[in-house]
């Protein structure tokens, strides 16, 4: 069965670049979230939308947006990189936003030196 | 905002022993999700609880939700080194909405 895609996997970048993480729900998922999970750290909730609106909003810095696209796949755009930046950063796609299981994708590691 | 605390931080058993992982929220529970997941992985999920007093399984794993003391358990029976990894514990903001909160998580080994 068709998994939630990241890409890319691991990404590393220097202080003060740009980096865009993209990434693809399960076919027929409409709302996508995204966290960031830091070393030993607890996934955070950064944001989410819902059929390519923001639905909610967590602890995502001004120097990140998102968006989700008519094909319902997302883009983090991360911007002016920080070195408490570098983290995993999970996207999760659900059919319904209330009480379903987050389907959850395999990451992708920002490293920025 | 609502936090959860697990329990114990790490585990270390002997393959075949059993074994319970606590989660305990500062606030109400609105519904509790547990997850597992490999080092540097993505999460995945193991089960939803709802309603209190429910209680699930998924082959070796069974967890159950007591809303009047905000905690579920993770119980494993017969562990295996396959159940290895970080659990966590995962919880809707409030009712109604899922933004979720998740507690650090508890490191599993399970030597063979």
């Known amino acids: 069965a068709a998994g939630v895609i990241q890409s890319p996997r691991h990404l590393i970048k220097e202080k003060r670049e740009t980096a865009t993480l993209k990434c693809y729900p399960i076919?027929?998922?409409?709302?996508v979230y995204w966290y960031q999970q830091g070393p030993g750290q607890d996934p955070q909730f950064l944001i989410s939308f819902y059929e390519k609106m923001q639905s909610d909003k967590g602890s995502i810095p001004d120097r990140f947006s998102a968006q989700q696209f008519s094909d319902y796949h997302s883009e983090l755009n991360m911007s002016s990189l920080e070195l408490g930046d570098s983290a995993l950063y999970f996207c999760?796609?659900?059919?319904?936003?209330?009480?379903?299981?987050?389907?959850f994708g395999p990451g992708t590691r920002l490293t920025v030196l | 905002s609502q936090e959860l605390e697990q329990s114990p931080q790490s585990l270390i058993v002997q393959e075949g022993k059993n074994l319970t992982i606590n989660c305990t929220s500062s606030k109400t529970l609105y519904g509790l999700y547990w997850y597992k997941q490999k080092y540097g992985e993505g999460l995945i999920f193991l089960m939803m609880l709802q309603k209190g007093g429910e209680e699930k399984s998924h082959e070796k794993i069974t967890a159950k939700l007591d809303e009047k003391k905000q905690q579920s358990s993770l119980h494993i029976t017969a562990s295996q080194p396959s159940h290895a990894g970080i659990y966590l514990c995962g919880a809707p903001s409030s009712g109604g909405s899922y933004i979720p909160t998740f507690g650090r998580g508890t490191s599993l080994i399970v030597h063979p």
């Open positions: 999760a796609s659900t059919s319904d936003v209330l009480y379903n299981e987050q389907f």
């Open positions: 076919p027929r998922h409409d709302t």
